[in-house]
């Protein structure tokens, strides 16, 4: 049971995206519900974001195998693995209250 605590208290403190340079960190619970529904969700295609948040400021290019590429907005940055979001990750300056 105290490891199962200890398990739940790091995931409630920080949720951390690492992929080779790249390490993201963001304290769960800064994104309203209210605000999430304002950011692309998990399997919206790379075409269904563009029509409803615009294009991206930067494209970058796929990395890796799966293909996992990374458009940046003001504000966050969506993840796709090949044509579909996986992740959506608000920048730390957003998600302060």
């Not at 769960?28 to 529904?37: C, F």
């Not at 692309?40 to 991206?56: A, W």
């Amino acid at each position: 049971m105290l490891r199962f605590c200890k398990i739940v208290a790091a995931l409630t403190t920080l949720l951390t995206l690492s992929y080779g340079h790249l390490v993201l960190a963001e304290p769960i619970g800064t994104v309203s519900p209210k605000s999430a529904q304002h950011l692309p969700t998990r399997s919206m295609t790379m075409e269904r974001v563009k029509e409803q948040f615009g294009p991206p400021i930067t494209m970058l290019d796929p990395i890796g195998t799966p293909a996992i590429s990374r458009w940046r907005y003001d504000g966050y940055t969506v993840y796709f693995e090949n044509n579909h979001v996986i992740h959506t990750v608000v920048d730390p300056k957003k998600a302060a209250p």
